[in-house]
Each structure stands twice: as structure tokens, then as C-alpha cells.
């Protein structure tokens, strides 16, 4: 079923930062509502973080501000945390179709195959008219002249223009300014220390310690394991006496956060256990960052959260002209960026007026129970299966439900 919108009242100009999966449904929606549409994409492809590279930035940290950024941080071995039956556009399943049999048709499958997926979807929908690659937004703010509308600048190459549109839709992603975690006597040490955001094969690493503990960082622990002595991964959300080796395993341990490190290459937990390490990889995160928006205080980053913003969308005083898609990340991603788009898209029309919520704003049917269920049941698997929740699952019924769902999108 193809979604159906009321014609719009008023269609606006509206300029998308990011060529991501969020700014591609972003221009998608805004143009299915009548708006006209500018995606800017300082890359040189769609995809965002999906555009898997090999290079790294120089500063292993991140933290020169100086630095070139590299804006995937994606590791090489890397496969999708949620199913893709989860991952795709309500009008454009991420499925297994028999068109696809030269394709990764894992079901949670490698980074390859979501960048082909949207590329797919790009190319049905005729997005890449809409796109500028290579051509960076270095400044959007209230335009002087009428703070209702926005001024932006952007840079492709030496070329600087600037541009007044009606609407800015910020899809910039969150996964490219890293957080590190705070050690004590961490200048001191001797090791090397890299944030996650430059991992991307396991060859160059001996004698681990990983600091840092998510679903992504056990991911790459598990990817290091192999080659390596010994991987210790320190969490700050277990208990104080956490020391266990992870099943499967004879060199993976869970500890306790590290409580410091010390000159002679130590690294001395919570739990009271000391190892010696040549590395610490920082599995610590990102920050909101928007360094080329302007709101005059308007927006705000404070404690990693982004504010005020109605809904994680529209800050108040500066709505509807500037938005936000997605910011929340413990969502079902794709089709909460749809959802929020649709939004925008029509309040931008003047049409009206998370994910439910979104829909019935949106006047759109709610998230299929299948895939609500998909994404809870993955969650519970990440818990109790950890090692194999990947390969191994019991809800081949609600498979069966998408994919009767899914047979309503011919491709
Ligand atoms: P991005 O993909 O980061 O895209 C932002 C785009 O904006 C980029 O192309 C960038 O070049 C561009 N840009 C930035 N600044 C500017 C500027 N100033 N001017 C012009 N262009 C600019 N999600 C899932 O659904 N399932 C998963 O299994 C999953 N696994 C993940 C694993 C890892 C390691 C990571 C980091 C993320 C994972 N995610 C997963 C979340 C992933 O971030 C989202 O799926 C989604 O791709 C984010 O899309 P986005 O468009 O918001 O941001």
C-alpha cells in the first residue's frame, strides 16, 4: 500500500542536511508533500555511516578539532544489530527477494547490504536530483532579513554559496563526534588508546583492553578475540565485583569499570584485578554535534541531550522552519525517521497539524504489532543469547508476518 497525502496547502523550499538514511526519507517525504527539496552531502555517495571505509582519521582519539573527519565509523566484519525486516521503510521492505539472490541474504546481513538498500531505494524514487554531494553546510541560521526564513552556507570545494530557503531539516547523524571515558592517570599510561569510531579490522591489535561496554563494543571485542591474548571489557553498568569470562570464550572477560591506569602499563579495575594491556579502545559513544548550526541560543547541547525540542523535532521558538530527524536511538530507526519526516513534511504544509505517536500525528497506520514485537524480542535475545542471537531466534512466525506484508510493496 502506498501512502496516500492530502494535497498540501503551502509547499516550502526546504534545505535536508545529510544524505543519510534519515535526510534520504526526509527529502523523500518533504517532496511527496508537495515541498521543493535540497539535500546537501559533504560526501560523495548516499548511505551516511552505511558507506563503509577503511581509512581512519589520523587522530586515533578523535579529538583534535582540527582533525579530517571521517564520517562512518563502521568496523569492516560488521552486521545489523536489528533484523532487516525491522530496518526498512514502511513503502520499501528491506527483504530477501529472490532479485536479490546475488546479495547478502542474512538476516542480519553486513554493512554492504544496507548501503545496497538504500541505494535501492534511492534509485526508485529518483533521489539522487535532489542531492549535491561534495558540498558541506558550514553555517545555517535565522536569515537576517526575516528571521522566519533560513540562511545557509555551504562549501563544495573552494566554492561557497549562499542560499535562502524556508525550512531547514537537520539529518546530520550522531555518530561521528566520539566520548571517551574519563581514567584516572590515563596521561600517564603507555599504551595506545583509540576511540571505536577508527576500528576497522582486528589484524593490528595484540594483548587488548577494551574500555567501554555496549551492544557495539562487545560486537567488536568479539571481533578482536580472535586474533588476540586477551580482551578485557570494562562496564560501568555491572556490579563492582564483575569479573567473568564471557561464554564461548577463554580469553573474553567482563570487568567492573577500570578504576585506574598506571605508568607501568597497568590497568587496575573495580573488581580489584589488574592487567597489563598495550591498548585501550574507547567503546564510549558520541556527542550531538552541530557545528555549522547557528540558533542564537535557541538550541542547545547540554548532558549530550539536544534542547528544547518538541517531541526530540521541533525546538518551539523556531519551529516549523527548523527540525531534527533522528535524534531518539533506542527506537526502531528507519521508520521512526520516516515517521518524524512525515511530520515535518506536513506541518511544513500547513497540513495539520515516537513511533505511534508519530503516526497518528502523521495520520498514517501504526507500526505493523510484527515488527513492534521483532524489535522487542531482538532486545530480549541481545540479553539472553548475547553470542548467538544473530544467527539463532524463535519468532519465525512474525518473519512470516512481515513477509505477508511485504508482498503489498512490488519492486
Ligand atoms: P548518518 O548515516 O550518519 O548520515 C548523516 C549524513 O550527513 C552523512 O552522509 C554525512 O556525510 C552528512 N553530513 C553531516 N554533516 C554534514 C554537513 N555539515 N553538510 C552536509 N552533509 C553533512 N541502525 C539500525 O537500524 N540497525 C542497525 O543494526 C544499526 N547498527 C549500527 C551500528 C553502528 C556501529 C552504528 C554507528 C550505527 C548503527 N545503527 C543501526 C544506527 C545508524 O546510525 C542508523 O541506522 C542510521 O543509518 C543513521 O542515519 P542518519 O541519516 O541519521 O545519519
Not at 526508485?124 to 554531494?133: A, L
Not at 564483575?242 to 577463554?250: C, F, H, R, V
Request: proline share 7%.
Amino acid at each position: 500500500m502506498v501512502p496516500t497525502v492530502n494535497p498540501p496547502t503551502t509547499s516550502h523550499h526546504v534545505a535536508v542536511i545529510g544524505a543519510g538514511a534519515a535526510g534520504l526519507v526526509a527529502a523523500q517525504e518533504l517532496r511527496r508533500e508537495g515541498h521543493s527539496v535540497v539535500v546537501f552531502e559533504r560526501g560523495n555517495q548516499i548511505g551516511g555511516v552505511w558507506a563503509y571505509t577503511p581509512n581512519v582519521e589520523p587522530d586515533p582519539l578523535s579529538i583534535d578539532p582540527t582533525r579530517p573527519v571521517i564520517h562512518s565509523n563502521l568496523y569492516s566484519s560488521l552486521r545489523t544489530i536489528i533484523p532487516r525486516e525491522c530496518m526498512g521503510f514502511t513503502d520499501f521492505p528491506f527483504s530477501t527477494g529472490p532479485e536479490n539472490k546475488s546479495r547478502d541474504p542474512r538476516r542480519h546481513p553486513g554493512h554492504i547490504e544496507v548501503l545496497a538498500y538504500l541505494k535501492d531505494f534511492a534509485r526508485k524514487f529518483k533521489m539522487e536530483e535532489m542531492i549535491r554531494f561534495g558540498t558541506e553546510v558550514v553555517r545555517a541560521e535565522p536569515a537576517a532579513e526575516n528571521p522566519k526564513k533560513w540562511r545557509v552556507e555551504s562549501r563544495n570545494s573552494g566554492d561557497i554559496s549562499d542560499e535562502i530557503y524556508d525550512a531547514v531539516v537537520v539529518c546530520n547523524g550522531h555518530y561521528t563526534e566520539p566520548r571517551h571515558a574519563l581514567i584516572p592517570g590515563i596521561d600517564s599510561w603507555p599504551g595506545k588508546q583509540i576511540h571505536s569510531h577508527n576500528y576497522r579490522i582486528p589484524d593490528q591489535f595484540k594483548d587488548q583492553v577494551n574500555s567501554g561496554s555496549s551492544v557495539s563494543g562487545v560486537d567488536i571485542s568479539r571481533d578482536i578475540v580472535n586474533v588476540t591474548k586477551e580482551v578485557h571489557i570494562s562496564s560501568r553498568s555491572t556490579k563492582p565485583e564483575t569479573y567473568e569470562k564471557l561464554s564461548g570464550y577463554d580469553n573474553l572477560w567482563l570487568h567492573s569499570n577500570i578504576e585506574t591506569v598506571r605508568e607501568d602499563g597497568s590497568v587496575v579495575f573495580k573488581n580489584g584485578k589488574t592487567v597489563y594491556a598495550d591498548t585501550i579502545m574507547h567503546c564510549t559513544g558520541y556527542k550531538y554535534y552541530f557545528p555549522f548550526l547557528d540558533t542564537k541560543g535557541e538550541v542547545t547541547v547540554e548532558d549530550n541531550r539536544v534542547g528544547p525540542l518538541y517531541k526530540h523535532v521541533f525546538p518551539p521558538a523556531l519551529s516549523p522552519g527548523l527540525s531534527f530527524i533522528g535524534l531518539p536511538w533506542q527506537v526502531i530507526l528507519f521508520p521512526m525517521f520516516e515517521l518524524q519526516s512525515k511530520w515535518v513534511a506536513a506541518v511544513l504544509a500547513g497540513r495539520f497539524v515516537y513511533d505511534n505517536w508519530l503516526a497518528d500525528q502523521c495520520d498514517y497506520p501504526r507500526i505493523e504489532k510484527w515488527r513492534e514485537q521483532m524489535f522487542y524480542k531482538v532486545f530480549k535475545r541481545i540479553q539472553s543469547q548475547s553470542n548467538t542471537y544473530k544467527d539463532d531466534w524463535d519468532d519465525d512466525h512474525l518473519i512470516a508476518e512481515a513477509y505477508e506484508d511485504f508482498v503489498k510493496f512490488p519492486s
